[in-house]
């Protein structure tokens, strides 16, 4: 890395260490006001910035983009407005112990070019929340939508009170620099959301990261569930955004004795199931042989786009294009994930079979992240939940919205989704400003808590069993 962006470098965390420094002083209420102050003005902008974000990137559907900017700046706020993240957050008189919040410090938030300016907005707010500085790394192709987004927040938070450089932006497009960004003993915690590579390095430099994983999200339909329901929802999901949300439904299972039924009700609702001869020439716009995972050059595309560079024709008005697999692995590229509106369609010859197909597509490519059910069998939901490797299982409910929180009463809203140690994260919840805080825990001793009533020196006793032992123990405690 070069002089100059040492310098930049150095520059960039001395401000964030110093806005950190102010940034800790503040009360509940000040950073309330900034915190309110800044979903304002994101809100105010969830449309232009939209539109920005699909002008730029050239994926998606700006409409749904402001869906996603709705969720990363009105729902985000409103799930963590009344949370206490300064002072005392909670004191048990019976313990004795006083919970304390102080901030972490500096954060560096890497945002992915499939959901920028949500991202962004969902990352500043939940940082501004737990009184963090961020400084935002922009994927490279959204550069100019996340610099604006900045700017957005950065002017709504200095009006309302808050340090100057609480919020800042690398200069775009320089790999090396957002990794030696990451390595830097003055960042507090990184927010890596991305492609793996990525989180590999945000996780590999030395500072603490929270990461994602990718997703591979198998649904599966029961002989229980309402068939016409479950595809129009699965539909309405896989073709938000043209599937970008890493928690789209990648593949739908279901028993063979519902399977024709099932086929209908897509064909109805206008989805496309592939020829053979069509499914290969898909996959070789889809998938890059030489790795097996998704062509970044279809992701975010809708299926006019994607049919032409496969040289196939679809009817007019298709929304997905649905490929019929034999198998899953590497013998069957659409099997893994792809962000787009593709999805993979599995007959299963029983329950069993089916519940093993999810499994496969789970550890194939998405262990950790989020899976799926559509049904009305409770003991159906239940096996399915506690087999799946999953962070979030999504009970008749579509994915892309409901992982993300969305919807109502559900899931904390959240554009980055822990996938547990299975996909190498530290936690499977939906990250938000509750984790973005350290805690001190206060412990005051009572006098004789502990031992009253108790001889200590049993312990040392050989002669007494130790059922003797204990029970003279809980006898006086």
């Known amino acids: 890395m070069g002089d100059n962006f040492a310098e930049t470098g150095a520059a960039i965390i001395g401000k964030a260490v110093l806005a950190a420094a102010e940034f800790s002083q503040f009360t509940q209420v000040q950073t309330d006001a900034v915190v309110e102050a800044v979903f304002r003005a994101g809100f105010a902008n ?3 910035l939209a539109r920005m974000a699909r002008e730029e990137t050239g994926m998606g559907i700006w409409e749904h983009k402001v869906i996603k900017n709705v969720l990363g700046s009105q729902l985000v706020y409103e799930s963590i407005k009344d949370e206490k993240t300064v002072g005392v957050i909670s004191s048990d ?4 112990i006083t ?17 920028p300016t949500s991202t962004v907005l969902y990352k500043i707010l939940i940082c501004l929340k737990s009184r963090n500085p961020i400084i935002i790394s922009a994927h490279r192709g959204a550069a100019r939508c996340c610099a604006e987004t900045v700017r957005i927040c950065c002017e709504a938070a200095t009006a309302a009170g808050a340090p100057e450089d609480c919020i800042q932006i690398l200069p775009s497009g320089n790999r090396e620099f957002t990794q030696a960004m990451m390595s830097h003993p003055k960042i507090a915690l990184i927010l890596a959301t991305g492609g793996t590579g990525l989180v590999k390095a945000a996780y590999s ?13 198998p649904v599966f339909i029961d002989v229980s569930a309402d ?3 479950a595809v129009s929802s699965i539909i309405s999901s896989k073709t938000f955004d043209n599937g970008m949300i890493c928690a789209s439904e990648q593949a739908v299972v279901m028993e063979k ?6 086929r209908r009700e897509f064909e109805r ?24 995972g998704m062509n970044p050059s279809i992701v975010g595309q809708p299926v006019r786009v994607i049919a032409e560079r496969a040289g196939i024709s679809v009817p007019s008005g298709t929304r997905i294009l649905v490929a019929e697999l034999e198998g899953i692995g590497s013998g069957y590229p659409l099997s893994v994930e792809v962000l787009a509106p593709i999805l993979a369609y599995y007959r299963a010859v029983s329950y069993p079979d089916a519940i093993n197909h999810c499994i496969d597509l789970n550890y194939l490519g998405g262990i950790g992240h989020t899976a799926c059910i559509y049904s009305n069998n409770e003991q159906h939901i239940l096996e399915f939940s506690q087999l799946m490797n999953a962070g979030r299982i999504l009970v008749n409910t579509p994915t892309s919205q409901g992982a993300v929180g969305y919807f109502h009463n559900s899931l904390p809203p959240s554009l980055t989704l822990g996938c547990g140690t299975g996909g190498k994260n530290i936690t499977t919840e939906n990250i938000t400003a509750r984790h973005l805080i350290n805690i001190q825990r206060v412990s005051r001793r009572k006098p004789n808590q502990l031992w009253s009533g108790f001889d200590s020196s049993k312990y040392f006793d050989e002669t007494l069993s130790d059922d003797d032992i ?3 123990y809980y006898k006086n405690h």
């Not at 919970?99 to 959901?115: D, K, W």
């Open 205 to 217: 430099s030395g500072n603490p990261a929270i990461g994602v994983g990718p997703g591979n999200v």
């Open 99 to 115: 919970e304390i919040a102080q901030p972490l410090g500096p954060v560096l938030a890497v945002i992915p070019v499939t959901n």
């Open 470 to 472: 204990l029970k003279d």
């Open 227 to 229: 068939i016409p329901f």
């Open 269 to 292: 609702q206008h989805c496309h199931f592939l020829p053979d001869e069509d499914i290969r020439k898909v996959e070789k716009v889809a998938i890059v042989p030489e790795t097996g």
């Open 257 to 262: 004795s519902i399977e024709t039924e099932v």
């Open 46 to 48: 969830r449309v232009r």
């Open 93 to 96: 008189p019976k313990t004795g």
